[in-house]
């Protein structure tokens, strides 16, 4: 399991994820103003970060640059493996099911539903 990740953490590693390495300064100038941080407050989430070890450092020059360690797939696996353990007791079809309830599904959303069945039934054949 990997180590629990904040809302605010998420989205300093989806810059991360988008481009890496940066640094603390590129970091800030990606999420600060659209989130209305100061720029400590990023700074101190990337320390969190980095003592979960989800982030590296390197020193290069006179400046840190941080990437990413844990993959974005690895993360979304987890969360949404948790997700489902927690709501739907594991299961798929009940999540999707009481979205399908919750919130109307488009022809395109159906559409790609089935091709991604089509998918796994033609990868499991």
């Given amino acids: 399991m990997t180590a629990r990740i904040s809302e605010a953490e998420r989205i300093v590693m989806e810059a991360l994820w988008r481009r890496s390495p940066l640094s603390a300064d590129d ?20 320390n969190r970060l980095l003592k979960k070890g989800v982030v590296s450092a390197e020193r290069v020059e006179r400046r840190y640059q941080y990437a990413p360690v844990l993959a974005r797939d690895a993360y979304l696996a987890e969360e949404s493996g948790s997700f489902l353990d927690r709501l739907f007791d594991g299961e798929l079809a009940p999540f999707v099911s009481h979205l399908s309830k919750q919130q109307k599904l488009s022809d395109a959303d159906i559409a790609e539903l089935k091709r991604l069945i089509e998918e796994i039934e033609a990868e499991d054949g």
Avoid: F, G, K, Y
């Avoid at 990606?30 to 101190?44: D, H, S």
């Fill in 27 to 46: 970091v800030v100038e990606a999420v600060a103003r659209p989130n209305e941080w100061e720029p400590a407050t990023v700074r101190t989430l990337l």
